[in-house]
């Protein structure tokens, strides 16, 4: 049997994101399929703060058994992101990257020689996104082999000079988008093996998305955005671009999920807060159009959901990951203007045909690339290579 540590900075049922969701999905997933499986994070449950909220020591959820260790200094948001300004504005030389490094966080010495002190018990780890402590301490300090999922997109962070050694260090590394590999391979070329793994979606048939339109009084035709709303996911644009459409059609833009700012005042703009999974998947399936407007995204598992609910995506075209998704499935548009996004819906709105048919494109995408067990086939392939093992008898028992 195979043991396997899992390092990722937040790990629990409450937590929301994208590679904290991953990992506790690919943990479970290779629980069940016979590997022993631990979890190493922080207390963390927050990730703009890192306060402690989850009690130390060991647990169990859903039969994986996690080792957290406390968050030795919260962040400070806008401190930290003062402290951020200035560091990239500074050259590269002169910048001290320790410092930014434990300022990001979750800074938590404990948790790396927990994973020191752990080895000999654990055959491999597995690291999820490049971007944080438990990451770049933790692959400086194992010597087991591992492997990291980078969830890696074209941000500032990538560019530091520490970055080089968190893409070199794994014995391989593990993709959602070939645009994402891509990146890693211009940036870093890393020795490691390269392997689009992607990652899993379950699809739920028989969603019914009028309960969740009488719920939020939802009469009219919808665009949907779900996910953070905070500064830096392009909604500033979107707000703009939306104002034009409500001159030429009756249509809401709904918002679901986290809000972290303000909101503009526009008639027809609806915030509905945090939704369950099923009436988010409700919400998908009753848009006209659900929005990416992101910039910044390595996957985007809201996409995949949508295109789940054959609902079609309008998507930021400066997003690699996202035109990637668009252009291999043919079930949604890019919009890089105002005049752009306008006739995105338009095409969609007064053609229900082809919102049909992109619809029916896009599903066939999630269930032809983005299936668990495609996932975890190509997953399990890739430790199998990493720690020389035959799989079926080795990995998978």
Known sequence: MISIGIVVQRYGNEVIGGAETLARNVAERLRRQGSRVTVFTTCARDYLTWRNEYPAGESILRGVAIRRFPVARERDMAAFNRF?????????????????????????????????????????????????????????????????????????????????????????????????????????????????????????????????????????????????????????????HYRALKQEAYADLVLIGRKLMDLPAIQGLKYLGFVSEEEKLAAFKGAVLSLQPSPLESLSITTLESFSMRTPVLVNRECPALMEHVNASGGGLAYGSQEEFLTGFRRVYRRPALRAAMGEKGLEYVRQYYSWDSVLREIQAGIAEVLGVRQTSDVRR
């Open 84 to 240: 951020s300004a200035e560091f990239f504005a500074q050259a590269a030389a002169e910048r001290d990257e320790e410092r930014w490094i434990a300022e990001q966080g979750p800074w938590c010495p404990d948790l790396v020689q927990g994973l020191v002190a752990a080895e000999k018990e654990i055959d491999l780890f597995l690291f999820f996104t490049y971007l944080y402590y438990p990451t770049i301490a933790g692959l400086r300090a194992v010597g087991k082999p591992a492997i990291l999922f980078p969830t890696a997109h074209d941000e500032p962070p990538i560019y530091l000079a520490a970055m080089g050694e968190v893409f070199h260090r794994p014995r391989a590394l593990f993709f959602l988008t070939r645009a994402e590999m891509d990146l890693a391979r211009r940036l870093f070329a890393p020795p490691g093996a390269m392997r689009l793994t992607r990652t899993g979606l379950d699809i739920r048939p028989g969603v019914d998305e009028k309960p969740f339109r009488r719920r939020f009084l939802l009469v009219a035709p919808y665009l949907l955005y779900a996910g953070r709303i905070e500064r830096g996911k392009g909604l500033e644009a979107v707000f703009d």
